[in-house]
Each structure stands twice: as C-alpha cells, then as structure tokens.
C-alpha cells in the first residue's frame, strides 16, 4: 500500500515526514515543522484522537484503533508528542529525530491527557527498519514518565540516545521512568552521564 505514496523532493535541511492515519490518506510537509504532536485527544469527538504537525495540518476524528505511522527524518531540534490518555498504537519506520542541539528537549515525549495530577499515556510503539532518538541536555531520546506505559514491539530496531543526566528512554534530569515493556525488536538504549539506559534519569528512580 505504501508503494502508492507520493513524495516530495526535499532538501537535506527540511524535515520529510509523513503521518499516516491509513495507508492511502497521509499529509506531506516540505518545510521543517515547527512544533509536532502527533496524537491527541480529540475534544471535538469524544472516544477519537486527532493527528496533527507543522502549523496547520491536522485530521480530527481518528479511531484510535487505526495503527499511525509515521516515517521521515529531521536534525532540526523538534520532538514529536503524544499527548493522549487514550491507548494508540505508533509505528515508526525509518524514523530520525535528532534534538541534540537543544537543551531539555526530547526527541519524543509522551505527555499523557486527562486532569489527574500525574497524567496517563498508554502508547505501542511498533519498530519497521532503523529508527533514532536522540535527546537533549537533561531530555531522554524517548521520553517516557511516571504515569506514562510505553510497549515496544516489531522487528524493527531503536536507538535512543539521552542527554547527559536522562535515560536513553525513561525520565530526564531529576525524573523517574514510567512503565516500559520490550515485547520485540531490537532496542539499543544510551543514558547521558549518571542516567540509565532504560529507567530514570540522574537522582531518578525506575
């Protein structure tokens, strides 16, 4: 299915993704986004999620059921979000995110939704080819709180890199890890100074 996607020629210096909420319906992007989210509830539509990156691209009234994929690479310091109390599933194929360059920014972060004070995110994360995060200073490259629940799965491989005092994937400088379940895949998980691989950041626990 994916062999019927268009692309867009693009420079080394834009950010070429491609959000797909089913194989025939995706959004293309030339230019380097700004500020990405990728799920988040839909407060239009109740029991839905929307999809959205860059300034003003979005589709609202997902079935979380569908599997989002997501595909591309960037070096320009942008984290992609998820940002849902509703359990979605993500598959990264192929995908970079380098936010090295900037301090306490995440390659990707799992935020949660709802009103607790400690707010939930349950994401399945299905690896396809070579994917990479790498965080900032004091940022994991996945970022992965307390409350939060992420479950790799695949035949895909992750490399996850943190900034010095974060996991590799897990908590930042001073945070504790969430809930990480490896079900499949290959996972190669680097804490900066004092961090661990998987687990807490430094003086975190997990």
Same mark, same amino acid.
């Given at each position: 299915? /994916? ?24 959004? /293309? ?5 700004? #500020? ?36 591309? #690479? ?24 380098? #936010? ?107």
């Amino acid at each position: 299915e /994916e062999n019927n996607l268009k692309w867009l020629n693009t420079s080394t210096k834009s950010a070429r993704i491609l959000v797909l909420p089913k194989a025939r319906e995706y959004f /293309e992007r030339k230019q380097v986004f700004k #500020s990405y989210k990728l799920i988040k509830d839909d407060e239009n539509a109740p029991g839905k999620i929307k999809v959205s990156f860059g300034n003003a691209q979005s589709k609202n009234s997902i079935d979380p059921s569908q599997i989002i994929t997501v595909i591309g #690479s960037t070096t320009n310091n942008n984290e992609l979000k998820v940002e849902t109390a509703t359990p979605v599933t993500i598959r990264v194929k192929d995908l970079s995110i380098d #936010s090295s360059r900037t301090s306490y920014k995440s390659a990707m972060v799992l935020i949660g939704g709802g009103t607790s004070e400690q707010k939930s995110a349950d994401v399945t994360l299905i690896l396809e080819g070579e994917n990479t995060f790498i965080g900032g200073f004091g940022r994991p490259g996945i970022e992965v709180g307390p409350g939060k629940k992420l479950t790799i799965e695949g035949s895909g491989t992750v490399n996850a890199k943190g900034g010095d005092n974060a996991a590799g994937i897990g908590g930042g400088d001073g945070g504790s890890g969430g809930n990480i379940t490896i079900n499949g895949g290959t996972v190669n998980a680097e804490g900066g100074n004092s961090a661990a691989g998987i687990g807490g950041g430094y003086k975190g626990s997990g």
